[in-house]
């Protein structure tokens, strides 16, 4: 069964750091191009980041450029997102998403597989 399962949401003040993690079962994230999307209320979910699958480039929103960085580790089958500098407006949930032939990195539809997301919050 394929799944992905998001961690490592919380509160966070700004300035702080938190590090996501997306935990795949059913397929190898080496042969999947993976992305991160956040969704805050009242808004539409943005793309932020998609690491390849070669996992040699990743693609970051200007948004995040900068403040967060993605990588993986195969043996473990997850991907994570780290976040540093964290601001109000990174307030949302947080959701990965796997593809096997994507073209657009930034484009929700091209993902195959969704996680349920993880709530982050930033605030003081």
């Known amino acids: 069964q394929v799944q992905l399962v998001e961690s490592g949401g919380g509160l966070v003040q700004p300035g702080g750091s938190l590090t996501l993690s997306c935990a795949a079962s059913?397929?190898?994230?080496?042969?999947?191009?993976v992305g991160w999307f956040r969704q805050a209320p009242g808004r539409e979910r943005e793309a932020i980041s998609a690491?390849?699958?070669?996992?040699?480039?990743?693609f970051y929103a200007d948004s995040v450029k900068g403040r967060f960085t993605s990588s993986r580790d195969i043996d473990k089958n997850t991907v994570y997102l780290q976040m540093s500098s964290l601001k109000p407006e990174d307030t949302a949930v947080y959701y990965c998403a796997a593809g096997a032939a994507v073209e657009d990195h930034f484009a929700a539809s091209e993902y195959d597989y969704w996680g349920q997301g993880t709530q982050v919050t930033v605030s003081s």
């Open positions: 690491l390849t699958i070669s996992g040699q480039r990743t």
């Open positions: 059913g397929f190898s994230v080496r042969f999947y191009v």
